[in-house]
């Protein structure tokens, strides 16, 4: 699959302490398993100036205390703390000058954040979507793209998952619903 990298933009999802590191509160080692991947994925952009944007989930302690309903910490327990090392994005995934970092308080990244606009204003049109967790965060990312015209590529080998069938239900998902599955060998910023 051949990217204008001028139109592009790699989108790294949650790759945070959290949920990568084995002393994060909800680390998955599926999670850790797609640094290396994602790090090459995000090398190979940066070479061919494609933009890349990390998304942080961060959470104030009292964001739920007058929920009616969702409640991120009921589900999951008190995670990625604002100002926290959970909330610090993985030193194996170093964030560079000219990335752009979206604080994300929910599983969409476009969610009361000011990413589509961000986008819009530069012309990116194509999401190439890695990071973590498949069945959550990045596939309400990649769904809410694929509603707001943008193109989703979910990258299967990039992508991290708490279960196996979590990670082939969401791709299997995504490409039937909202967007595209590729491999990040499949992929070529030119």
């Known amino acids: 699959m051949h990217l204008e990298p001028d139109r592009t933009a790699v989108v790294v999802v949650d790759m945070q302490n959290g949920f990568c590191h084995p002393e994060g509160s909800l680390y998955a080692p599926g999670s850790e398993a797609v640094i290396e991947p994602i790090a090459e994925l995000v090398e190979r952009a940066r070479e061919a100036g494609v933009q890349v944007i990390f998304t942080r989930d961060v959470h104030p302690p009292e964001q739920f205390d007058d929920a009616h309903y969702y409640d991120e910490f009921e589900q999951w327990g ?46 990116i049109h194509d999401l190439v979507i890695c990071g973590t967790l498949a069945n959550v965060c990045v596939l309400h990312t990649g769904g809410s793209a694929g509603v707001r015209d943008f193109r ?19 791709l299997e998902h995504a490409d039937w619903l909202f967007g595209e599955v590729e491999s990040s060998a499949d992929l070529e910023f030119a």
């Open 152 to 170: 989703p590529i979910l990258v299967e080998d990039c992508i991290g998952a708490l279960e196996d069938e979590h990670h082939e239900y969401a």
């Open 78 to 123: 008190e995670h990625v703390l604002e100002d926290s090392w959970e909330a610090e994005i993985v030193d194996k995934l170093p964030v560079m000058e000219d990335d752009h970092i979206i604080e994300k308080h929910t599983y969409d990244a476009f969610y009361k954040t000011e990413l589509e606009g961000w986008l819009n204003a530069r012309g």
